[in-house]
Structure formats: C-alpha cells, structure tokens
C-alpha cells in the first residue's frame, strides 16, 4: 500500500462563508499498478472509510477520531484536525513503496487566509505562543475474510451493514515519534494474488475557510491517468457518546431502507450552498420525517430521523388542507441545515468551531417563524458578502411577503421583504400570491414570479423586482396566458406579435446563473433571458410535460426533471434541447452496462435525485434486485448518450451499383480542435502549490515504515505551520514560507548528506532540504482552467487550433480547401455575460497547407465594474462562452477521461481583487535605507528580531512591498496610500484601538505624531533609566488613492518607536526633582566632612567610658566570688586578695590618665 504523500493548502480569501476550495493529493503508485482507492473522510465528531474498485459498489464503514495525537508546532488559530488519504494498488505487491519514493506532497489551494483548518477536530485546538496542540488522529484498521468487523480507532461499535469484505488484517504496530502516533502498514505482506489492502494515515493539509474540500489524486504522480477525486468534508453533526460511539445530533439513525421509501416516489431537488456545504441532506421520504444525511456527495449516506415536534398548526389565517409527516423542503448551508414540515420551518446549526468559535452548535431542531405560514423554501446557491441566504414564502395572512434569511457565522436571523408593503400592495392588485423567489446578491435584487388571481380575468403571472437597497417594486415582465406557436424552430424570441397555441403557459419556479446572468422560467415550457427582461422560448421541450426542477453545473449546462421523471439537457448559449432518458440512446447505453454486468443498472430503480458534481451528471438511484434494495451514485454519460443520438438520426443509405452503401452525415465543422498558448495557471487560478518529498529509507529493502512515514508526516505539518506563519505584517528577508526552515541549517546540509550516504542517519532516514520547496513555475495541461481571476487592466489568451475536414465518414482523401472555404466552414463565436465589463478580442489565421485555423482569443478587463476590495472578496461573477458555430451537440473527442464535448468552453471569471496578493511591511529595507539617509541606526536596548525599533528623532521612511502568494513575485509598492495611526500604547499589553473621532482628530494635521500637546504619544512615562517608548498601531491602505488595481490592500501593523521626548512640564519636574536631590545629597555629604573629627573623638570617649564601665562591673563581680569562698581559708584569701589588688592597681594605674590617680590611691588604702 502506498500512502497519499502530496497534499496542497489553501487559503480563504473570504470571511467564513466564501470561495469553496480544493485539497489536491496526488499519490504515487509504482510499477504499472492502477490504484483504486481509499478514502477516510474526517467529520468533526468521525467521519467514514471507504474503499472500493472501479465497476464494484463500495462499501462504507464508520470511524472515530482518537484523542491521543499531539502536535509539536504551535498554529494561529483553532484548528480542526486532518483528513487521511490513503492510495491502494489493486495487483499483489508487498505493502509499502519500493525505491523510497511514495510520490510528492502538493499544498494547492486559494491564499490569503492566515487560519489553518484540519478536517475534524472532536475538540478545539487551543493556540497560544507556550501551549503545544492536541490534534486527534485516525488509526484505522481492517477486517479479514472471518468475518470479524473493524474496531474503529476511536473504540465505537461497528454499524450493521457497513462491513468492508476482502480486506485483510495488518498487525496494528505504532510509533511515537515526538508524541505524534502514526499507523502505518504491518510487514507483512498478502498472499500470492490478493489485493494488497491495508490502511494507513497522513495528513492532507488545508487552509480553507469552507468546510467542503474535493480532492483530485493522480494515481502516479502526475501521468495521464484519470485523477480520482475523494470527498474531503467535515460532519459537524455528529456527536460522540460517553460509551465511544457515535450518533447523529440531528435524530436517530435508521438501518432498515424499507423499500417504500423510495421506490415509486417522485424524485424531489437537492438543494444546498454550492461548493460550501460539507453535509448534504435530501427529503421526500413518504410520511416519515426523516431525511437522507451525506457528507460524501451521497457516496455513501445514512438515513436519519429527525428529533422535531411535528406540530401541526392550522388556524383561519393558515389553511391547511391535510396534515403529513414527510420533509418536503430540505436546503443545506456551510453550517447549517434547513427543513419544512407543513408549514413550519427548522433549522439546526452543526458543531463548526472553524466557522464560529463561541457558539458549539444547536442541542436541537430550532423552530424559527413560529407564528408564520410557509408554504416554500427556496435556496441560494452562492454565498456573498460574507454570508449565505434562504427564503421563506409565506401563504395566509402574510401572503406577498418573503422572509429573507441570512446565515452568519452560524447564525440565522430573519427579516421580512417587502420592509413596508406587501408585494401586492406595491404592485397595486388585489389579490396576489409568491410563486418562486430567486436572490442576485451581486446586485442586492430580489426576484419573485408573483401569481395575479383577478376575479374577472384568469389568473396570469408576472416577474416582479424588488431593490434591498431602495426598497423599490418594479414589474419587469408579464408572462403570457397561452405557450407561443414556434412553428418547427427551435426558438422564438417573444415580442408580442407572435401566434399563440391553445396550452396555458403553467409558470412553477425561477432559475439564476450568475455567472452568465441567465434567468429561466419553467413550468409546462421554459423561457430563458439574459437581462430580466427580454425572454426567449425553447421550443423543443415539449407542451404535454411540466418542469419539477433544473440542475445545474454553472460551467454551462442544464439539466432538467420533469414530472414524468423525464431527464432533459440543454447547454448554455444554444437553444436545442436533448432527451436523455427515456430514449433510444439510453437504451443503447443500459443494454452495453447489462452486458458488462454491470451492478449499477437493474430492471426496477426508482431516481431519488438528479445533481451536478465536478462538472458531471449524477443519479441518485435506488435499485431492487432479487428482493433487496440499496441506494447508488451513478454517472449519467451525457457526452456518450448525445454521441448515440447522432447515427440514428443523420445516416443515409445510398445505391452503388448492385448493393446499398450506408454514409452517415458528421455536423460536425472540424475533426481536431486544440487548446494552445495557454498561459502559467497559478497567476489565474490563484492556487498556492508546495512540493515535499518523502524522506529517502536508507534500509537496503527500500520500503517505508513507520518511522520514515512518521517523520513525512511531522515534515507536512510542519510546512503548514510555515505556511501560515508566513502571513503575518513584517516581510521576511525572503520572499518564501520555507525560508524559514533551513535558514540556519544549509550549513550543515553537506554533513548530513555525508551521514545519509554512509548509512549514519538518524531513524536511517535523509531529508533532502532542496526538496522542500513552493512551485511557482506550473505549467497548463492543454486545457483552461476552472476559474480565472482578474485584477484592473488584465487579461488571459489563449489560442484555439481547429483542422477542418469534409461533411461524411466516406473513406475518401479530403481536398485542400481554399482560405475563403476554411474561413467559411470554421466561424468562432464568443459570448459575453457582462460586455460592460469585460472585452474579447479574436485574432484568426488560416493554415491552408494544414486545412487548419488559428484563432488567439484575448481577454480583457474593462477598468469600469468594479470598485477597491481586499484580496479575494466581494468578487464579481461573470463569464465568457467561446463556442465553434455549429458544433454544439455534434463534436466528441475520445480522451484517456472518456469521451468529451468539444466546441463549446464556458470560462467563469471572477473580476476583483485576486486572493494571495498582500502588502507587506517591507522592515528589511526599511532599516537598511533609514541607516543610509540618518547616517546612523539605533536599535532598542532589548532588541527584537522580528520587530526593529526606530529613533524617534530619526527621520522615518517606510517600505512596503507587494506579494504575490502565489507566484512567488515580491516588489516594491509604487502606488499611493495613506498612512494612518489607528492605535497605540506604551507597551504592547496596552496597545488600544483609537475611535473614528480620535483617528480623525489625530491623523490631521500631521504633527500630532511630533508628540505634541494632545497627541496619544505626548508626555509618555518611562517606565526605567532610558528614554520612554511607544508602539503605533499603523494602517495603511491604497483605497481611493490608487486607480492601478482592484485591490483595497490594507496592512495593520506595529511600529516600536523608541527615545520619544518628554514633555516641558515633566521635564521641569523631574529637573526640580533630581536637583532638589542633588542639593540634598551634596549637603549632607558637606555637613559629614565637617563633623566627622569631633564625630570621631566624641566616639572615642564614649568607647573608653563604656570599656572602663564594663571593666569595672567585672571587677566587683569578680570580688564579690571571692569574699564568698573566704571562710575556709582566710589567710590564703588575704594574701591573694592583696596579690589581686595589687596586680589590678597596677594595671588600671598603666591605662588611667592623671586626674584618676586620686580616686586610685584611696581605693588601694
């Protein structure tokens, strides 16, 4: 088994709710081997395993986050934790990578998001500068042919139904390595001819703000094979119990997928936040309240109850004709997830600590607008301005209102539109009722198909605009009564004067794709507009079938589900409709499946729903066969059942002497049609790309193990953590987040190279420091990316070669066509969304000598739709459609992917500031030129390398540099800006945010920063010996003085000013006061040389006087003893008493002075 080794990072660009992003993991399969894969997705609380084959159902299991991961490396902010990838070859093969390659770890993704996300923590991950980071990890396990379940790492029970067949088991040995526990593959290998199957863990980095991430792996390392995409999301709504298991917060799970679920039931629309919503639900379960729950595009998915107290509420202002248990409407946002039972509407916010850090989600269903009648919801499928939409339609009392619902953060609050009349009262009608609602957040429009009952007309409809900002109702289009006689065309703009047939035209819903400002209108017929206001009828859907809903991809196609559960398909720009199912073409396609045995067709199946993923058409099916059912994800071929349709439909059966010969008719205009000259993707697609290699096994087997995976596994985190440390205010030396890494190693590269090759190497394994690095040179892959961003002025060309060729397959050589005949066969057309904002500029060229024409297509910004904003926010959506005429239907190409339509390239644009673009405080240069021009530089006392300080005396020139994030270019910002003291303090602990009015009031005029009088600098006290600090809260920003770019760059950051003057008045008093100290101090030294004689002879008497004092108390003590022992021996006692006192005589008449001698000589008679 190999494992995933390359991961790609991504940053958000966009305040919680914003851009969905991508986690590429490519892996490196050796030996030929076509990987199938395995996929373990994170949830917050657990997640799920899966793995599985190419034309085998996969099979699922369950699993739980483990506690006991510990990370080394400190984050900014709190993190969930990392999903794990793992790459297994389908022949037998030992485990593990031989030639100590598993492939290269790739961070890709939007920049210019300082957070670090890891894909389901089942607790926050504290950050703080001291602390280290628990980070829980998955150990998952296997089963084997005995028919033993997996124990999931987290202890949790194995669900019924959820068992992995032919896995076998691997020996569950771990490592510790600097307190990270890394599962990694036993020794052993499989047996002769099984599949080497096995699990093993490493971490996938992200940096999205969204929650769902898709990742593509390229099952050898960057060959033409298919890139396999696995589901990288977190299930916010999954708890674990105090026994270790897991259960839904959200209701009860269901095991038994009792048939009348869904067999026979209509299939109902999966609505959900695009590219945003991690946890997809689905409703529609007959007189149950449950819903289908998926956090893998419904790969796999659990069948849940809700905890709801299904009040039934009817009343005279709220009709309600019968009462049901089934879950009509179901929306899913990035966190949370919306119902409607009746006529009530809840709601339940997951666990998301990444998105809302204080609010630990909803300990139950919320019941919101309690006292309102809701017939609908109607979704929004893009976030904007930081948040995501929903809307309520009301009936009853409240009938011509829509509640607009705004999801922040995790928090849902509601408001009523129109805000001070009803939709009819604007209108001026009398009775009226909300069809469908569809929000342009772009524009802050509210569209909504408005129902008119008039008692003395029928009923008609109109499209009615409402304006958020000025609160204005304008009609801008009345439906007609009756659907519009095309007369055989495929279309009919309407403008009044056209014949109509005798079917009323049965208005159900609205449509929106901002990308192209296409609004449709379906029912019974679909009108489609590109301004609101002009529509234009498709006439190939036909009369006798209604629209139930539309799918949509957003990169140019339409899926459509009637009634009848009749698939239809429309591309984007053109006007044919095509049938898909029921047809002969999927007759074609279902009896090849049968015959290849395949398990995803069976006579009885019933579709649950019908959407879009990664470009490409899906089913949600359930199938019966031989009395049990199960739900399956499959592919819709759109390219292959369109390809059936041709022969059927244009052949031709011509008499050549004696026999028939068949030709069939190609519409096709061109045989070869390639992309060219595409430029560098990374300046476009805005996506950050690091390369790590695994570390180099120095064991002669060459395989890895766990110490080597342990160590590639701490050497990504660790890149992370570079990664986001990177995006901080001070500009490192070095325009490169690895810089940092081996900044102070490259010395000592030699060695540890010297150590690798004599097999001397720690852990026997090497790092290579060069292998580290950040890809800024990738190259395109013959094919446009999947979005472009453009900034003010730019543009992205590219060219477009097509070889014509004749009108048949007949085997006969194709003539050289003249220049007039190719300009004729070949025509480009190109279509744009918004021609105010964006220009096309086509060049063409004929290549007589190759039948061949050159088309270079340049696209341009226009300077005018867009104002200042920061990096990779409030992006206008637009798009360009470049599309060969007539080839739309009519062109394949066979690829190594499958087959795939050509002549028609929808490009989404995105106008704005780009993400990954930054000002930065450019402190290297900055010191270096302040030292040149003041002649001198002057550091603080306490020096901080990150944070140099400035003289306040010293003049102050500052730097800024501009960083690309992702492709690497770093130069000085030329443009103007406007420098800004918005905070400050003496110290950094009490460094405060200035109001508006003390911004305002301190910035003009200019000399406040001079510390003068009323300046926040002036009269600082110095809290030591040396002169008093202060550090400046900075913003600098180009917004409205810079017309060179979208971008409103703002930089914050601290500026340490040192050496700041003190005022006049405490200068004053610190002089009073040290030269009242000075004086007080000299004079006492002056009173001390003048009395330190007498002091020293005042000192010497009193010495002697307390001697003699002692001495003499020594005396009487000692005379006093001796009288007491004098009874016994009186003679002795006087002769030694007069020894004594003669003695003592003598000594005190040696030390007395002369006027003593009087009192002596009395004491001795």
């Not at 703000?209 to 299930?235: C, H, K, M, Y």
């Not at 007189?287 to 893998?296: A, F, H, I, P």
């Not at 003010?792 to 220049?819: A, D, W």
């Not at 002795?1132 to 002075?1153: C, D, F, L, P, Y």
């Amino acid at each position: 088994m190999s494992l995933s080794p390359l991961c790609q990072v991504t940053g958000a660009a966009k305040p919680r709710a914003l851009l969905g992003k991508r986690v590429t993991v490519e892996t490196g399969a050796r030996g030929g081997q076509v990987p199938a894969k395995a996929e373990i997705g994170c949830g917050s609380l657990g997640g799920h395993f899966e793995t599985g084959q190419e034309g085998r159902a996969a099979t699922v299991d369950r699993f739980q986050l483990s506690d006991w991961f510990e990370s080394r490396c400190t984050l900014p902010r709190d993190v969930p934790c990392w999903p794990c990838v793992a790459e297994i070859p389908n022949s037998a093969g030992a485990v593990g990578t031989t030639g100590g390659t598993i492939g290269i770890v790739e961070a890709v993704g939007v920049p210019g998001y300082p957070g670090v996300h890891l894909a389901g923590c089942p607790e926050q991950v504290r950050d703080s500068r001291q602390e280290w980071h628990e980070r829980p990890f998955l150990p998952s396990t296997a089963r084997g042919d005995t028919g033993q379940c997996v124990q999931p790492a987290g202890g949790c029970t194995h669900r019924p139904g959820r068992e992995i067949p032919e896995l076998p088991i691997l020996p569950e040995d771990q490592l510790l390595l600097q307190w990270r526990v890394l599962r990694g593959p036993g020794p052993q290998g499989p047996p002769d001819g099984a599949e080497a199957r096995g699990a093993g863990d490493l971490p996938v980095p992200s940096q999205f703000p969204s929650l769902e991430d898709r990742t593509p792996a390229d099952p050898d390392g960057g060959s033409s094979l298919p890139q396999q995409r696995f589901q990288v999301n977190i299930n916010g709504f999954l708890q674990r119990q105090q026994d270790n298991t897991l259960h839904f917060t959200v209701g009860n799970e269901i095991f038994d997928l009792i048939p009348r679920y869904f067999m026979n039931v209509p299939s109902r629309p999966l609505w959900y936040t695009v590219d945003q919503a991690p946890v997809l639900i689905l409703g529609g379960i007959p007189e149950e309240k449950s819903v289908l729950l998926t956090d893998t595009s419904f790969k796999d998915s659990f069948l849940v109850e809700l905890n709801i107290d299904s009040c039934w509420v009817g009343s005279f202002y709220c009709p309600q004709a019968i009462f049901t248990a089934t879950i009509y409407d179901a929306i899913a946002t990035e966190s949370t997830l919306f119902i409607r039972q009746n006529q009530l509407v809840y709601y339940f916010t997951g666990t998301y600590l990444t998105l809302h850090e204080s609010n630990h989600g909803s300990g139950s269903w919320v019941r919101v607008l309690a006292n309102e009648c809701i017939k609908s919801l109607c979704p929004v499928h893009f976030h904007s301005n930081g948040s995501e939409y929903i809307m309520a339609l009301t009936s009853g009392k409240r009938e011509g209102y829509v509640h607009f619902g705004t999801i922040t953060d995790g928090h849902v609050s509601f408001q009523v539109l129109p805000k001070h009349r009803s939709v009819c009262e604007g209108i001026q009608v009398f009775n009226c009722s909300i069809t469908w609602a569809v929000f342009i957040a772009g524009d802050y429009i509210l569209l909504m198909l408005v129902e008119i009952q008039d008692p003395t007309t029928r009923s008609y409809f109109q499209v009615v605009s409402y304006d958020l900002v000025s609160d204005n109702l304008v009609i801008l289009y009345t439906i007609p009564e009756f659907i519009p006689d095309a007369r055989g065309l495929e279309f009919l703009m309407i403008l009044g004067t056209e014949s109509y047939t005798n079917f009323t035209m049965v208005p159900k819903g609205m449509f929106y794709n901002p990308y192209n400002n296409l609004l449709f209108i379906w029912g019974n017929f679909l009108l489609q507009s590109y301004n609101n206001e002009d529509f234009i009828y498709l006439a190939d859907f036909p009369k006798d079938q209604s629209i139930k809903y539309l799918v949509n991809s957003f990169h140019g196609e339409t899926a459509i589900v009637t009634e009848t559960e009749e698939i239809w398909y429309l591309l984007e720009g053109s006007y044919r409709m095509y049938r898909l199912f029921p047809s002969k073409a999927w007759e074609v396609h279902v009896s090849l499946q049968v015959m290849q045995q395949s398990s995803f067709y069976t006579r009885i199946e019933t579709m649950v729903t019908l959407f879009y993923e990664d470009h490409q058409l899906y089913q949600l099916v359930y199938l019966m066969n031989g009395g049990q059912g199960r739900l399956v994800k499959r592919l819709v071929p759109v390219e292959q059942l369109l390809m059936y349709q041709q022969p059927g439909n244009h052949y031709l059966l011509e008499r050549r002497g004696n026999h028939l010969t068949l030709s069939f008719t190609d519409f096709c205009p061109f045989t070869v049609m390639h992309l060219r000259d595409l430029p560098d993707p990374q300046i476009y697609t805005r996506q950050e790309r690091y390369r790590a290699h695994p570390p180099r096994v120095l064991e002669p087997s060459g395989f890895h193990d766990q110490n080597s995976l342990a160590v590639y596994q701490g050497l990504v985190y660790y890149l992370l953590f570079l990664h986001s440390k990177y995006h901080k205010p001070y500009a490192d030396p070095v325009h490169d987040s690895t810089w940092r890494w081996w900044k102070n190693k490259k010395v000592d590269q030699d060695y540890y190279f010297y150590l690798a090759s004599n097999l001397q190497s720690t852990s026997n394994v090497y790092i290579d420091m060069a292998s580290y690095e950040k890809i800024y040179d990738l190259k395109a892959e013959h094919e446009l990316p999947e979005r472009i961003y453009l900034d003010k002025g730019t543009s992205y060309g590219f060219s477009i070669f097509v070889t014509v060729r004749g009108h048949s397959l007949e085997f006969q050589p194709e003539r050289v066509l003249t220049t007039l005949e190719l300009r004729s066969k070949v025509d480009l057309g190109v279509v744009l969304a918004d021609a105010d904002c964006i220009e096309v500029v086509v060049n063409q060229k004929v290549l007589i000598n190759r039948n061949s024409v050159l088309f270079w297509v340049t696209i341009h910004d226009k300077r005018s739709c867009f104002d200042q904003g920061l990096s990779g926010h409030h992006l206008m959506k637009t798009s360009v459609l470049v599309k060969v005429v007539g080839a739309v239907g009519h062109c394949f190409q066979n690829t190594h992917r499958g087959l795939h339509m050509q002549g028609n390239l929808m490009i989404p644009l995105l106008i704005g500031c780009p993400p990954g673009k930054r000002l930065a405080f450019d402190i290297t240069y900055t010191v270096e030129y302040n030292r040149l021009q003041n002649k001198h530089y002057f550091d603080c006392v306490h020096v901080d390398p990150e944070m140099p300080c400035f003289l306040f005396r010293d003049t102050f020139y500052p730097f800024f540099l501009i960083q690309d994030l992702v492709t690497g270019d770093s130069g000085s910002f030329q443009g103007s800006y406007v420098f800004k003291v918005v905070g400050g303090g003496p110290t950094m602990d009490t460094v405060i945010e200035y109001s508006e009015e003390e911004i305002y009031r301190f910035n003009s005029p200019l000399d406040k920063w001079l510390c003068l009088e009323n300046s926040p600098c002036h009269d600082t006290i110095p809290h030591s010996i040396f002169a008093p600090e202060f550090f400046f809260k900075v913003l600098v920003s180009n917004r409205g003085v810079d017309k060179s770019t979208y971008c409103d760059h703002q930089l914050i950051f601290l500026l340490h000013i040192h050496g700041l003057p003190l005022s006049a008045n405490r200068a004053l008093f610190i002089l009073m006061v040290s030269f009242i100290v000075f004086i007080g101090l000299v004079t006492l030294y002056i009173i001390f040389c003048l009395l330190l004689t007498p002091m020293v002879k005042a000192c010497n008497i009193l010495r002697w006087k307390i001697n003699n004092i002692i001495t003499s108390e020594s005396y009487y003590t000692y005379k006093s003893s001796s009288r007491i022992f004098s009874g016994t021996s009186g003679t002795k006692s006087r002769a030694s008493s007069s020894i004594s006192s003669s003695v003592s005589s003598k000594v005190v008449e040696g030390n007395q002075e002369v006027p003593e001698e009087p009192s002596e000589k009395q004491y001795i008679t």
